[in-house]
Protein backbone atom coordinates (compact mmCIF):
# COMPACT_ATOMS: atom_id res chain seq x y z
CA UNK A 1 0.00 0.00 0.00
CA UNK A 2 1.84 3.37 -1.28
CA UNK A 3 -1.36 5.81 -1.05
CA UNK A 4 -0.40 8.75 1.26
CA UNK A 5 -3.76 9.42 2.13
CA UNK A 6 -5.27 6.46 2.43
CA UNK A 7 -2.47 5.26 4.91
CA UNK A 8 -3.50 8.94 6.38
CA UNK A 9 -6.87 8.18 6.73
CA UNK A 10 -5.74 4.26 9.17
CA UNK A 11 -3.75 6.82 11.28
CA UNK A 12 -6.44 9.02 11.98
CA UNK A 13 -8.83 6.18 12.96
CA UNK A 14 -5.87 4.37 14.96
CA UNK A 15 -5.09 7.92 16.85
CA UNK A 16 -9.20 8.16 17.28
CA UNK A 17 -8.73 4.92 19.13
CA UNK A 18 -6.75 6.65 21.62
CA UNK A 19 -7.98 9.71 21.96
CA UNK A 20 -11.44 8.47 22.11
CA UNK A 21 -9.96 5.96 25.47
CA UNK A 22 -7.98 9.08 27.07
CA UNK A 23 -10.88 10.48 27.59
CA UNK A 24 -12.45 8.79 29.67
CA UNK A 25 -9.62 6.95 31.02
CA UNK A 26 -9.29 7.52 34.98
CA UNK A 27 -6.98 9.45 36.90
CA UNK A 28 -5.12 5.83 37.96
CA UNK A 29 -4.01 5.30 34.32
CA UNK A 30 -1.62 8.62 34.69
CA UNK A 31 0.48 7.72 37.82
CA UNK A 32 3.90 7.45 37.16
CA UNK A 33 6.92 4.94 37.25
CA UNK A 34 10.07 4.80 35.92
CA UNK A 35 11.54 2.21 33.36
CA UNK A 36 14.95 1.02 33.53
CA UNK A 37 16.27 3.56 31.12
CA UNK A 38 15.03 6.63 34.12
CA UNK A 39 12.37 7.52 31.66
CA UNK A 40 8.58 7.92 33.24
CA UNK A 41 6.14 5.27 32.06
CA UNK A 42 2.76 5.06 32.94
CA UNK A 43 -0.10 2.57 32.61
CA UNK A 44 -2.28 4.99 29.91
CA UNK A 45 0.99 4.95 27.68
CA UNK A 46 0.74 1.03 27.33
CA UNK A 47 -2.85 1.09 26.68
CA UNK A 48 -2.83 3.42 23.69
CA UNK A 49 0.35 1.79 22.28
CA UNK A 50 -1.97 -1.36 22.42
CA UNK A 51 -5.14 0.10 20.79
CA UNK A 52 -3.21 2.06 18.58
CA UNK A 53 -1.41 -0.85 17.80
CA UNK A 54 -4.69 -3.75 17.49
CA UNK A 55 -6.21 -0.31 14.97
CA UNK A 56 -2.90 -0.61 12.80
CA UNK A 57 -2.46 -4.70 12.46
CA UNK A 58 -5.73 -4.94 11.79
CA UNK A 59 -5.86 -2.31 9.04
CA UNK A 60 -2.69 -2.71 7.50
CA UNK A 61 -1.34 -6.45 8.63
CA UNK A 62 1.63 -6.29 6.69
CA UNK A 63 3.07 -2.89 7.51
CA UNK A 64 4.83 -3.68 11.04
CA UNK A 65 4.31 -1.18 14.31
CA UNK A 66 7.39 -0.18 16.21
CA UNK A 67 5.97 1.87 19.20
CA UNK A 68 7.80 3.51 22.12
CA UNK A 69 6.47 0.84 24.68
CA UNK A 70 7.29 -2.80 23.06
CA UNK A 71 10.39 -1.97 20.96
CA UNK A 72 14.44 -1.92 21.56
CA UNK A 73 16.10 1.18 21.49
CA UNK A 74 18.45 1.30 18.92
CA UNK A 75 17.26 -1.73 16.36
CA UNK A 76 17.35 -0.51 13.00
CA UNK A 77 13.75 0.57 11.68
CA UNK A 78 11.63 -1.74 8.92
CA UNK A 79 11.47 -0.95 5.49
CA UNK A 80 8.42 0.35 5.55
CA UNK A 81 6.63 0.59 9.33
CA UNK A 82 4.43 2.79 11.54
CA UNK A 83 6.33 4.66 14.33
CA UNK A 84 4.50 5.37 17.29
CA UNK A 85 4.66 7.42 20.41
CA UNK A 86 1.67 6.57 22.17
CA UNK A 87 2.19 9.67 24.71
CA UNK A 88 5.16 12.17 23.70
CA UNK A 89 5.46 13.91 27.19
CA UNK A 90 4.95 11.72 29.61
CA UNK A 91 5.89 13.57 32.46
CA UNK A 92 3.99 16.41 31.23
CA UNK A 93 1.03 14.11 31.12
CA UNK A 94 1.62 12.33 34.27
CA UNK A 95 1.30 15.73 36.20
CA UNK A 96 -1.69 16.49 34.57
CA UNK A 97 -0.12 18.98 32.34
CA UNK A 98 -1.52 19.25 28.62
CA UNK A 99 1.58 19.16 26.90
CA UNK A 100 1.72 15.88 25.89
CA UNK A 101 0.69 13.99 22.35
CA UNK A 102 0.20 10.92 20.69
CA UNK A 103 2.23 10.90 17.85
CA UNK A 104 1.97 8.28 14.75
CA UNK A 105 4.00 8.44 11.65
CA UNK A 106 4.29 5.94 8.32
CA UNK A 107 8.03 5.90 7.80
CA UNK A 108 9.22 4.27 4.54
CA UNK A 109 13.43 3.56 3.86
CA UNK A 110 13.91 6.17 6.50
CA UNK A 111 11.48 8.85 5.50
CA UNK A 112 8.98 9.64 7.66
CA UNK A 113 5.64 9.85 4.84
CA UNK A 114 2.93 10.47 6.88
CA UNK A 115 1.84 11.74 10.15
CA UNK A 116 -0.55 12.42 12.77
CA UNK A 117 0.30 14.48 16.14
CA UNK A 118 -2.80 14.89 18.31
CA UNK A 119 -2.56 16.84 21.68
CA UNK A 120 -5.84 15.67 23.48
CA UNK A 121 -5.47 17.95 26.39
CA UNK A 122 -5.18 20.86 23.70
CA UNK A 123 -8.08 19.62 21.44
CA UNK A 124 -5.83 19.93 18.03
CA UNK A 125 -4.83 17.56 15.82
CA UNK A 126 -2.21 18.06 13.12
CA UNK A 127 -1.89 15.94 9.87
CA UNK A 128 0.44 15.61 6.83
CA UNK A 129 -0.66 14.95 3.99
CA UNK A 130 -3.48 17.66 4.89
CA UNK A 131 -5.11 20.59 3.58
CA UNK A 132 -2.62 23.74 2.38
CA UNK A 133 -1.46 25.82 5.67
CA UNK A 134 -0.34 29.20 5.78
CA UNK A 135 2.26 28.33 8.49
CA UNK A 136 3.49 31.91 10.14
CA UNK A 137 6.86 32.74 8.47
CA UNK A 138 9.90 31.62 11.06
CA UNK A 139 12.99 33.26 11.94
CA UNK A 140 16.37 33.47 9.64
CA UNK A 141 17.88 35.36 12.72
CA UNK A 142 18.51 33.37 15.69
CA UNK A 143 18.93 36.49 17.56
CA UNK A 144 15.03 37.20 16.68
CA UNK A 145 13.89 33.55 17.11
CA UNK A 146 11.98 31.51 19.75
CA UNK A 147 14.11 28.18 20.24
CA UNK A 148 12.28 24.81 21.74
CA UNK A 149 14.17 22.59 23.21
CA UNK A 150 13.71 19.36 24.53
CA UNK A 151 15.34 16.28 25.36
CA UNK A 152 18.32 18.01 27.92
CA UNK A 153 17.94 15.16 30.62
CA UNK A 154 19.21 12.39 28.22
CA UNK A 155 22.56 12.80 29.80
CA UNK A 156 24.11 14.40 25.79
CA UNK A 157 27.43 15.77 27.10
CA UNK A 158 26.72 18.90 24.62
CA UNK A 159 22.86 19.65 25.85
CA UNK A 160 23.94 21.77 28.95
CA UNK A 161 26.61 23.56 26.56
CA UNK A 162 24.19 24.58 23.86
CA UNK A 163 21.44 25.15 26.33
CA UNK A 164 23.67 27.70 27.78
CA UNK A 165 24.45 29.10 24.36
CA UNK A 166 20.69 29.53 23.06
CA UNK A 167 20.20 30.80 26.52
CA UNK A 168 22.79 34.08 25.69
CA UNK A 169 22.12 34.28 21.78
CA UNK A 170 18.31 33.64 20.87
CA UNK A 171 15.82 35.66 21.84
CA UNK A 172 13.70 33.15 23.91
CA UNK A 173 14.44 29.71 24.82
CA UNK A 174 11.17 27.61 25.79
CA UNK A 175 11.18 23.96 26.88
CA UNK A 176 8.04 22.09 26.33
CA UNK A 177 9.14 19.01 27.38
CA UNK A 178 7.45 17.08 24.10
CA UNK A 179 9.78 16.56 21.16
CA UNK A 180 6.65 15.92 19.33
CA UNK A 181 4.87 19.40 19.86
CA UNK A 182 8.28 21.56 19.78
CA UNK A 183 8.40 19.99 15.84
CA UNK A 184 4.46 21.29 15.37
CA UNK A 185 5.57 24.30 16.81
CA UNK A 186 8.50 24.97 14.45
CA UNK A 187 5.47 23.61 11.39
CA UNK A 188 3.28 25.86 12.37
CA UNK A 189 5.74 28.59 13.46
CA UNK A 190 4.88 29.47 17.07
CA UNK A 191 8.67 28.57 17.20
CA UNK A 192 10.96 29.91 14.95
CA UNK A 193 13.48 26.46 15.88
CA UNK A 194 14.03 23.78 17.59
CA UNK A 195 16.62 21.73 19.23
CA UNK A 196 15.92 17.94 20.14
CA UNK A 197 18.53 15.85 21.95
CA UNK A 198 18.78 12.22 21.47
CA UNK A 199 15.13 11.94 19.73
CA UNK A 200 14.05 8.51 18.72
CA UNK A 201 12.27 7.50 15.55
CA UNK A 202 9.20 7.47 17.47
CA UNK A 203 9.82 11.27 19.08
CA UNK A 204 9.97 12.70 16.26
CA UNK A 205 8.65 11.02 12.93
CA UNK A 206 5.69 12.34 12.82
CA UNK A 207 6.87 16.01 13.75
CA UNK A 208 9.20 15.74 11.40
CA UNK A 209 7.02 15.28 8.40
CA UNK A 210 4.85 17.86 8.89
CA UNK A 211 8.03 20.31 9.31
CA UNK A 212 8.97 18.75 5.61
CA UNK A 213 5.67 19.44 4.48
CA UNK A 214 5.69 23.19 5.31
CA UNK A 215 9.10 23.53 3.86
CA UNK A 216 11.48 23.88 7.11
CA UNK A 217 14.78 22.39 7.58
CA UNK A 218 15.32 19.21 9.57
CA UNK A 219 19.30 18.58 10.03
CA UNK A 220 21.22 16.48 11.92
CA UNK A 221 24.53 17.03 14.01
CA UNK A 222 26.32 17.58 10.73
CA UNK A 223 23.75 20.21 9.19
CA UNK A 224 22.67 17.53 6.22
CA UNK A 225 19.54 16.18 6.35
CA UNK A 226 18.00 14.86 9.57
CA UNK A 227 18.42 10.23 9.88
CA UNK A 228 16.98 8.49 12.86
CA UNK A 229 20.52 7.69 13.85
CA UNK A 230 21.66 11.63 14.43
CA UNK A 231 22.43 12.47 18.23
CA UNK A 232 20.14 15.88 17.60
CA UNK A 233 17.60 17.00 15.74
CA UNK A 234 17.43 20.73 14.59
CA UNK A 235 14.15 22.09 12.80
CA UNK A 236 13.79 25.88 11.68
CA UNK A 237 14.25 27.94 9.16
CA UNK A 238 17.43 26.70 6.58
CA UNK A 239 19.83 29.68 8.68
CA UNK A 240 18.79 28.91 11.45
CA UNK A 241 19.41 25.02 11.16
CA UNK A 242 22.82 25.38 9.58
CA UNK A 243 23.53 28.13 12.81
CA UNK A 244 22.07 25.41 15.22
CA UNK A 245 24.32 22.76 13.39
CA UNK A 246 27.12 24.72 14.19
CA UNK A 247 26.56 25.38 17.59
CA UNK A 248 25.77 21.74 18.35
CA UNK A 249 29.60 20.84 16.40
CA UNK A 250 30.94 23.54 18.54
CA UNK A 251 29.33 22.54 22.02
Not at 235 to 250: F, M, Y
Request: proline share 6%.
Amino acid sequence: MTDRQELLTIAEAAVDEAVAWLATAGGGWSTARFKDSGEEVTAADIEVESRVTRVLTARTPRIPVVGEESSTPGTPLPARCWVLDPIDGTMNFARGAPMYAVSLAYVQNGIPRVGVVEAPGLGRRWTTPGRPVNARPVAEDVGRAVVGVSGTGSGQGGARRILDRLQDEAYRVRMQGSMALDLVGVAEGWLDACVCIAPKPWDVAAGVALCRERGRAVLGADGTVFSFDSPVLLAGAPGTGRWLADLWESS
